[in-house]
């Protein structure tokens, strides 16, 4: 009358687990060097934005499919940035 000692677990549940793991063991950076990374990167962030943003309605139309994604992260990303002082 054993029961199977193996765990059935579905392909969902498999990335939560894998996702929370790898947030877990996020890198730790100095505050003053993670400061000057960040700077450095939104700037990085602001000449593609720049260069970028006259194309980006035709991606949207012909990347329309991953448009929402996509809109999603910069709302994501804007208010970070909103929070910021």
């Given amino acids: 009358m054993g029961y199977d000692s193996k765990v059935k677990i579905t392909k969902s549940q498999l990335r939560k687990t894998i996702r929370e793991e790898l947030i877990k063991e996020a890198p730790y950076k100095d505050p003053k060097e993670a ?8 700037g990085i962030l602001g000449a593609a934005i720049r260069k ?11 990347y329309h499919r991953s ?19």
């Fill in 35 to 42: 400061g000057k990374e960040l700077e450095y990167q939104l």
């Fill in 52 to 62: 970028h943003l006259k194309h980006a309605s035709k991606w949207g139309e012909k």
């Fill in 67 to 85: 448009a929402p994604a996509t809109i999603n992260m910069v709302e994501t990303l804007t208010k970070v940035l909103m929070k910021m002082k």
